[in-house]
T-cell receptor
Framework: KQEVTQIPAALSVPEGENLVLNCSFTDSAIYNLQWFRQDPGKGLTSLLLIQSSQREQTSGRLNASLDKSSGRSTLYIAASQPGDSATYLCAVRSQAAGNKLTFGGGTRVLVKP | NAGVMQNPRHLVRRRGQEARLRCSPMKGHSHVYWYRQLPEEGLKFMVYLQKENIIDESGMPKERFSAEFPKEGPSILRIQQVVRGDSAAYFC????????????FGSGTQLSVL
């Protein structure tokens, strides 16, 4: 059974500081890992998708790394801005979970101006 | 190419009524997933469907809940005799089908049971 954990559950940083969000999963036999952003009362916006064969993906100020052997992924957000305040969700797609996405509980981020 | 469309955005029902949530996947996507998000909780898988078939319903309560994805038309998540505990945000996602493809999510339906 696949389980996904995100630590910390909440994070508060001053504007301009880099953000580091952690995600761990129990079964390393994954197809891919996806990072999402969710604003309060809104849907999910896909940020980055990392295939199991990849080590990292980058998009603008966002960089996500994947270490499949240790069951970890990290999302880095450089030079944080108040607009980055949201909940960030990590999800993995794996055979252990019947090929569906298994989500972590999310990290709620607040970037203070 | 329109994204995943869910309607209604907000649905209010009284206890005992039926709720029908609709999801139109992205064009060309034949796989649909339904997730539920309870207040202050993460997303929990409910059901995975392909056209006319339920592939995995392991996350769906055995009673009162059903889902379908007909050959024509949107996927429907149906909740009969709703109770207050059914109040949640229900999200639909779609993908083309292969395991390496990204899932795209709709904006969700917020169900409130009075």
């Amino acid at each position: 059974k696949q389980e996904v954990t995100q630590i910390p559950a909440a994070l508060s940083v001053p504007e301009g500081e880099n953000l580091v969000l952690n995600c761990s999963f129990t079964d390393s036999a994954i197809y891919n890992l996806q990072w999402f952003r969710q604003d309060p009362g809104k849907g999910l916006t896909s940020l980055l998708l990392i295939q199991s064969s990849q080590r990292e993906q980058t998009s603008g100020r966002l960089n996500a790394s994947l270490d499949k052997s240790s069951g970890r992924s990290t999302l880095y957000i450089a030079a944080s801005q108040p607009g980055d305040s949201a909940t960030y969700l990590c999800a993995v797609r794996s055979q252990a979970a019947g090929n569906k996405l298994t989500f972590g509980g999310g990290t709620r981020v607040l970037v203070k101006p | 190419n329109a994204g995943v469309m869910q309607n209604p955005r907000h649905l209010v029902r009284r206890r005992g009524q039926e709720a029908r949530l609709r999801c139109s996947p992205m064009k060309g996507h034949s796989h649909v997933y339904w997730y539920r998000q309870l207040p202050e909780e993460g997303l929990k898988f409910m059901v995975y469907l392909q056209k006319e078939n339920i592939i995995d319903e392991s996350g769906m309560p055995k009673e009162r809940f059903s889902a379908e994805f007909p050959k024509e038309g949107p996927s429907i998540l149906r909740i009969q005799q709703v109770v207050r505990g059914d109040s949640a945000a229900y999200f639909c996602a779609s993908s083309p089908g292969t395991m390496r493809e990204k899932l795209f999510f709709g904006s969700g339906t917020q169900l409130s049971v009075l």
